[in-house]
Every structure is written in structure tokens, then in C-alpha cells.
């Protein structure tokens, strides 16, 4: 039988975690609105300065100069600029990946990326290692988080339905994010968290080599396409994705992530016609992913 604190403290967890706190970052909470105060000006910090020195000062040799006897000092060498070591790092993990799992086992072992640190399991993707589709969100969430897997929740199961309403089952699909783990609170990545997961990104598609790539939403459709306007003026259109790993270009969209049709059904209506566009542009590819040879006399349609 729980006791008052017991209970109280059951209630008071449970109250937190219905307002969406699902994680501990700190062991204490830090207020960062607090403002400091001011730094006093002119006032010597005493704190840190250094008693004077009783010793006397060594005389220097006869005819030396003042400057020749003050002992040189090396100038001080600048901070090594890491901020592209985990991207190098990540390139050359990912480029000696040779399969899926090789490349999952990479991630494993990449520390280049801070997410890593606070997420509960590496979500590296779902679906078919020579799926014909490759769909790629954002980042995963606290469900994905929790599986290792990737669109899993509310949002994956919308996609899951729309994907079936346009007759492409498991065996056609793969389904993964612009990072792998989980960033805290479900906050956006940052671009140098991106940035860190890019060349594993790069080298997933390079290995499964689909025949179209969706971008669910614009931070995806950004970071792969290399475009910054919004998702709602890249949907519709059709774009060459190309790394030097491919042996040919893969034909690309973007359309609105699952998250953002639940949060706004109206725009269903649009992103009904982009996955309709993504079924006609995959029988047009054809089972080898390229656009299918005109026979002499026949009418293109």
C-alpha cells in the first residue's frame, strides 16, 4: 500500500507528464531568464589577483638590453576549429559502409552528433533494403525514441495509411529521418546536428539507390534538395537528387509531413495529390527506376 508521499509523488509525475515533460536533461533545474547582476566597472576583482612577489628580480649580464633579458613567450596557438571534425568523421564512417546494417553499425559507433547523448536509442530507419521509395521526415519522436524505429506514432501511422491508399506496401518502401536520435523536447534540429548525420543520410540513399525520394516537410526537403523555400512552394514540383555514389539521379518531391496534415486536415486535400503524383511518377520510372524506353511509333501519354 503506497503511503501519502508515495501517492503524491505518483500524482505529481503523472501531472507532468500529461503536460508533456517526458525527460530529465539536468539534475537541476537551471533559470535561464534570470538576469545577473551587473558587473561592477573599474573595480579590480581581487579574488583572482595574484599576491605581490617579495622575491628579487634576477639582475641581468652587462650590455644586455632590457629586451633581449625578457623571456620569451610562444604566442599562443588558436583553438583547433573542430565544428567540421564530426562531419569528417561522419564521411568517413559512412563511406566505408558497403550494406545497411554496416552503416547502422557505423552510427552506432559515431559520437559526432550531441543528440546521441540524450536520446534512448538510435533510430536509423524502417522498410526495404531496395525499396523503389524512400520517404525521409525530420527527426523521430518520443515514440520512435522509445521503439528505435521511425514514424511509429500518431504520425507514422498516418503515413502508413496513405501510403497503402496509393498501393505501395512494405516491400517498396523506406522510411527514415534527416538525424537518428531523438532531439530533447522535440525541438528542431540544429543545423550542426544535421549536418553531423548528412553523410550517413547520403550514403543510406546511396545504398538502397530508390527510384523517388519524398521530403516529408521543409526541413527535410532543405537539408536534402538544397532549397530554402517552404514546403508549401516546393510541393508538386520535381527535382534531380544526385551524390557521387549513385550511378544515376534520383527523381525527388516534397509534400507535407504526417505531423503537420494532423495538425492542419485541410491541407490533406494538396498532399493528396502530391502522393498521387509520387505513384504516377513511379510507374512512369518503371521496376528499374528510369523513365521507360519510347517504341518507335508509339504515343508518349
Not at 493528396?272 to 511509333?297: F, T
Amino acid at each position: 500500500m503506497e503511503t501519502a508521499d508515495a501517492a503524491e509523488l505518483r500524482a505529481l509525475l503523472q501531472w507532468y507528464l500529461d503536460a508533456g515533460v517526458d525527460e530529465t536533461i539536468g539534475l537541476y533545474a537551471v533559470d535561464r531568464l534570470a538576469s545577473r547582476p551587473p558587473e561592477p566597472v573599474g573595480v579590480p576583482d581581487h579574488r583572482d589577483a595574484a599576491a605581490p612577489s617579495t622575491a628579487p628580480r634576477p639582475s641581468r649580464p652587462p650590455g644586455q638590453s632590457a629586451a633581449a633579458a625578457r623571456p620569451t613567450r610562444a604566442s599562443p596557438r588558436p583553438p583547433m576549429l573542430d565544428a567540421d571534425r564530426p562531419v569528417q568523421d561522419a564521411t568517413a564512417l559512412a563511406g566505408a559502409a558497403t550494406t545497411l546494417d554496416a552503416l547502422r553499425r557505423a552510427l552506432d559507433s559515431f559520437d559526432g552528433c550531441p543528440l546521441k547523448r540524450t536520446a534512448t536509442n538510435l533510430v536509423f530507419g524502417r522498410g526495404h533494403p531496395q525499396a523503389r521509395l524512400v520517404c525521409i521526415g525530420e527527426a523521430p519522436g518520443a515514440e520512435e525514441d522509445r521503439q528505435g524505429l521511425p514514424f511509429v506514432g500518431p504520425s507514422g501511422r498516418l503515413l502508413d495509411r496513405i501510403l497503402a491508399s496509393i498501393d505501395i506496401s512494405e516491400s517498396d518502401v523506406f522510411i527514415s529521418n534527416t538525424v537518428f536520435w531523438r532531439p530533447p523536447g522535440n525541438r528542431p534540429p540544429t543545423s550542426a546536428e544535421t549536418a553531423a548525420c548528412m553523410p550517413f543520410l547520403h550514403r543510406l540513399l546511396e545504398l538502397i539507390a530508390p527510384a523517388v525520394l519524398v521530403c516529408l516537410g521543409g526541413p527535410a526537403a532543405q537539408a536534402l534538395l538544397a532549397r530554402t523555400e517552404s514546403v508549401g512552394k516546393l510541393r508538386g514540383r520535381w527535382f534531380s537528387y544526385q551524390t557521387p555514389g549513385l550511378s544515376r539521379p534520383v527523381a525527388a518531391t516534397a509534400t507535407f509531413h504526417p505531423a503537420y496534415l494532423l495538425r492542419t486536415p485541410q491541407q490533406k486535400r494538396l498532399a493528396w495529390r502530391d502522393w498521387l503524383g509520387v505513384r504516377d511518377k513511379l510507374h512512369e520510372l518503371g521496376a528499374s527506376g528510369r523513365a521507360p524506353a519510347i517504341q518507335p511509333g508509339s504515343v508518349p501519354v
